[in-house]
Structure formats: C-alpha cells, structure tokens
C-alpha cells in the first residue's frame, strides 16, 4: 500500500525566542513552558516521548508521562523489569521529547538516568488511584502473554489478595530521573524559520546558544 502524505503542511506561528532574554538555568525555562503547556494542552501536558538503547546501540522509544521535575532532574516511573528498564540497567541515559502542538512548541532534554530513591518512589505510589496501584501489580511489562483473558485473570487475582488492604508499592516498580546535560527549546515560526535555543551543561554550568532552524 502506497500513499502520499507529502502535502500535508502545517504553517507553525509563536513568540520569538531570543537568546538575550532566555534565563541562564534552563530548569526556569522548562517550568516556564509546562506551566503554560499544562494550562493549554491540559491533561496532556505533561506527555513526552522517551528515548532509550539497548546493549546492543539499538534505539528504542515510547510515550510516556512526566510525573514532576526539580533542580535535580525530571522524574517519571515504571516498570523496572519492562523493556525500558532492562535498557536503563544497560545504558543509563536516556532523550525526552515534549511537544505541546497548540503553542508550536517542543523541548528535547537528554541526560543520564538513575532511580530515584524508594520513599519517593512510594510517596507517588501511595498517591495513585487503588485501581492504578492495582495495575503496578497485574501487568508484567513487556513480556508476551496469551491474551487479554490472562490480565482479566490477574486483575481478578490481586484484587481478591488486596480487598480491604492497603496496596503496597511493587518493588520492580519506581521512579528514573534524568538528569539534564541538555535542553533545547523550540519555537515554530513561519517559513520554517525556526528558534532553537540550546543549553549544554559544561563543567557544571550550563551554557546556551542559538542553533540553525
């Protein structure tokens, strides 16, 4: 089967980015643009495409949800024994894509990867509707199984274990951070002119510049 998408264009519009106005810490920039991101796109506003290798240099990606950030990197959880964790294990580094379409706007960040530390990782955990600390439990990521009537059985399950209990976290389950050591900042504009804003952490301090659309 053939078809041709090659005309389908969009014409992207957005405020200017200039690197004399861009603030040094690029953490400050990223709050800036979620925040608003969160308020436009809403629910989908913390959605991001994670990036991950193998052992063997072969990349891997997938849609995931930005669960919070501070100074010290930007978190997300998972599954430790899934695809992306056995990648992590391997190879400790990792690229995340935003894109909040109604602004023309996307920030990449790449970074090594640790895990977070196990009472953050039960804070949010506890935090979580009961049916999702349910599913922390029920699904073995990325493993094939025999079909859907083999989750609806598992689902079964551990809802009768936990019935009237507190669900306790999984422990091949947590929080990654990655810790920046790039962002770059993207601002549509007409033309296919685009801002592009980079900033490299250098010696411990972070350094920007304007790159080519």
Avoid: C
């Avoid at 405020?15 to 629910?43: S, Y």
């Avoid at 193998?54 to 997300?76: C, M, N």
């Avoid at 770059?184 to 250098?202: A, K, T, V």
């Amino acid at each position: 089967m053939t078809r041709n998408i090659a005309d389908i264009r969009r014409d992207y519009e957005g405020g200017r980015l200039e690197e004399t106005q861009v603030p040094e810490d690029p953490m400050v920039l990223f709050d800036e643009w979620m925040t608003l991101a969160l308020d436009v796109e809403g629910n989908d506003g913390n959605v991001m495409t994670l990036a991950t290798v193998d052992s063997q240099g072969l990349p891997h990606a997938r849609i995931l949800l930005l669960k919070g950030y501070d100074e010290r990197g930007l978190v997300f959880y998972t599954n430790y024994h899934s695809h992306k964790g056995s990648e992590l294990a391997n190879v400790p580094h990792a690229a995340m894509v935003f894109w909040w379409p109604s602004l023309s706007r996307q920030v990449r960040v790449e970074g090594r990867v640790e895990q977070v530390a196990s009472d953050e990782s039960d804070a949010y955990f506890n935090s979580r509707p009961r049916a999702s600390q349910l599913g922390a439990w029920i699904a073995t990521q990325s493993v094939v199984i025999p079909g859907r009537s083999w989750i609806e059985e598992r689902q079964h399950r551990f809802e009768q274990a936990y019935e009237g209990q507190d669900i306790p976290r999984p422990i091949h389950w947590g929080g990654y951070r990655v810790i920046p050591e790039m962002f770059e900042f993207w601002q549509g504009q007409p033309s296919r002119l685009h801002d592009r804003i980079r900033y490299e952490n250098r010696d411990s301090r972070w350094q920007h510049f304007r790159m080519a659309p």
